[in-house]
Antibody, heavy 122, light 107 residues
Framework: QLQLQESGPGLVKPSETLSLTCTVSGGSVASHSYYWAWIRQPPEKGLEWIGDIFYGGRTYYNPSLESRLTMSVDTSKNQFSLRLTSVTAADTGVYYC??????????????WGQGTLVTVSS | DIQMTQSPSSLSASVGDRVTVTCRASQSISTFLNWYQEKPGKAPKLLIYGASSLQSGVPSRISGSGSGTDFTLTISSLQPDDFATYYCQQSYSTPWTFGQGTKVDIK
């Protein structure tokens, strides 16, 4: 059974960089079939897609975050990561990692981590 | 960006009730629509993809329908495990976008 687990600091100061890692177990990030995604949920709000990355490095970013966002994959550790610069309080929320897949020609997020709360505050 | 609007934002229901959640897209998305269930402290779970296809392992009391701009998630007989928040998500074009969620709680 595929499992994803987010890790990283729970508190980040404004203007600094938020860095999170997702460790994948029960499967390989170096798969030709999947992209790996980050999705977040600000307090009392809905879900927001952040971006997807393929193990070869191809990325799709949400335009609203693209100027501050970098995603990467480390196949040797079976992990993928998120780096978001110049954070503000608006970046506070629960951050999820997920697997992006296709089924019957339909894109979907079929496995998710439990999420990690990141608070931006001084 | 394609905006996804869910209604209602919350509802109260009893075990055994039939529950319907609606999702409307700001433009036609064919059947590129997924539904997820979220519970506090747990990983979100894919329920429905392609508007009406049931993800493996999801009980058949859950179903989805719709195409174009209007979609529905239906739980035919609400069970205790179904009290949760439900989100729709369009996979027609990037950025992939979600509805704001519908919380189903106990009446």
């Amino acid at each position: 059974q595929l499992q994803l687990q987010e890790s990283g600091p729970g508190l980040v100061k404004p203007s600094e960089t938020l860095s999170l890692t997702c460790t994948v177990s029960g499967g390989s990030v170096a798969s030709h079939s999947y992209y790996w995604a980050w999705i977040r949920q600000p307090p009392e709000k809905g879900l927001e897609w952040i971006g997807d990355i393929f193990y070869g490095g191809r990325t799709y970013y949400n335009p609203s975050l693209e100027s501050r966002l970098t995603m990467s994959v480390d196949t040797s550790k079976n992990q993928f990561s998120l780096r978001l610069t110049s954070v503000t309080a608006a970046d506070t929320g629960v951050y999820y990692c997920a697997r992006r897949a296709y089924n019957s020609g339909r894109l979907l997020f079929d496995y998710w981590g439990q999420g990690t709360l990141v608070t931006v505050s001084s | 960006d394609i905006q996804m609007t869910q209604s209602p934002s919350s509802l109260s229901a009893s075990v055994g009730d039939r529950v319907t959640v609606t999702c409307r897209a700001s433009q036609s998305i064919s059947t590129f629509l997924n539904w997820y269930q979220e519970k506090p402290g747990k990983a979100p779970k894919l329920l429905i993809y392609g508007a009406s296809s049931l993800q493996s392992g999801v009980p058949s009391r859950i179903s989805g329908s719709g195409s174009g701009t209007d979609f529905t998630l239906t739980i035919s007989s609400l069970q205790p495990d179904d009290f949760a928040t439900y989100y729709c998500q369009q996979s027609y074009s990037t950025p992939w976008t979600f509805g704001q969620g519908t919380k189903v709680d106990i009446k």
